[in-house]
């Protein structure tokens, strides 16, 4: 799992000015791990070899992992 930790307080309005003629098509980043968010720039690759059952916070592009304990857990 991976906690992304939004800073915008609204959506990001794409427009035909956001279009890069010399790079052509866009891609919205979903990862939350893009450096020119909102487009992707290939930042999700770094979390390809993720194990599911772990969870990971990525600070300033170096992923790190997390253990989370809740409230009620005994241990």
Avoid: W
């Avoid at 990001?12 to 866009?26: A, C, Q, S, V, Y």
């Amino acid at each position: 799992m991976r906690e992304v930790t939004h800073t915008a307080t609204g959506p990001k309005i794409i427009t035909p000015t956001d279009i890069d003629d010399e790079n052509g098509d866009i891609a919205v980043c979903l990862c939350g791990l893009s450096e020119t968010h909102p487009f992707c720039d290939g930042s999700h690759r770094r979390a390809e070899n993720e194990d599911p059952d772990e969870r990971y916070k990525y600070i300033d592009g170096e992923r790190r992992q997390v253990t989370v304990k809740f409230a009620d857990e005994t241990e």
